[in-house]
């Protein structure tokens, strides 16, 4: 059963913008803390942003600030990364992630992740 799915992925330039979108089933939205992962070809999986169940805490990776936005639509059940600015080294296959802690002064901020979404490729160009 398919509890996490991402959308909005694709190839674009530097300097441009994407928005990704993960759709959750009711149970997890509710329940859990959302947040995405990043991992690049032939690197760790990595932090990118967190969010509160209740949407009043957010967090983001230093490598992000300014640049990404991470929010919630409780009617539709799903969380978004909004992603402005982007750069090459943004390349990565994202993934949607629901966890049962958040600490915003942590990285990653997101932890004890009980699902995974089945990722995203976002490639930006030079």
């Known amino acids: 059963q398919v509890q996490l799915v991402e959308s909005g992925g694709g190839l674009v330039q530097a300097g441009g913008s994407l928005r990704l979108s993960c759709a959750a089933s009711?149970?997890?939205?509710?329940?859990?803390?959302m947040g995405w992962f990043r991992q690049a070809p032939e690197k760790e999986r990595e932090f990118v942003a967190a969010i509160g169940w209740s949407g009043s805490i957010t967090s983001y990776a230093d490598s992000v600030k300014g640049r990404f936005t991470i929010s919630r639509d409780t009617a539709k059940n799903t969380v978004y990364l909004q992603m402005n600015s982007l750069k090459p080294e943004d390349t990565a296959v994202y993934y949607c992630a629901a966890g049962k802690s958040i600490v915003a002064s942590r990285t990653p901020s997101l932890t004890g992740v009980n699902y995974w979404g089945q990722g995203t490729q976002v490639t930006v160009s030079s």
């Open positions: 009711g149970r997890i939205f509710n329940s859990y803390h």
